[in-house]
């Protein structure tokens, strides 16, 4: 990915529209292999991908939701032989819908108030 941030730079205020669409389709393919539906070396994107965002028209009807959501139940029945170390796909959308159907599983945050931090007495003589 690091190829593509060094090839295709953010333009400027006098870019032509060429160079807009370029740098755009750069960006998406950037989030596509770099977030949304990574691979185990996190440094390729499935030509597939690629293939999809030549017309901008189009790629706007495609279902990326459901390929996000194929690619990661792809990844996740590769992942099933005991010897299979590393999955790809969008890892924090598995993590979300973990979180969210296994509640147990959130990390718990317990907040502490001033009034504990100080004492009872609010003289903040515990912590001399």
Partial sequence: MNWLRDTFLE????STEVERIRYAQ???????????MLDLSRNLVHLRWLLKL???RAAGEFSWGSA???????EMCGVMPPNKAKIGGCLSLLQSWARFC???LCPRIHIVS????????NSGSNFE
């Fill in 11 to 14: 333009p400027g205020n006098d």
């Fill in 26 to 36: 750069a960006y998406i393919l950037e989030m596509i292999g770099g977030y949304l």
């Fill in 54 to 56: 030549i017309d901008f």
């Fill in 68 to 74: 996000v959501l194929a690619t990661l139940y792809q």
């Fill in 102 to 104: 296994f509640p147990f």
């Fill in 114 to 121: 001033m009034d504990t931090i100080r004492g009872s007495d």
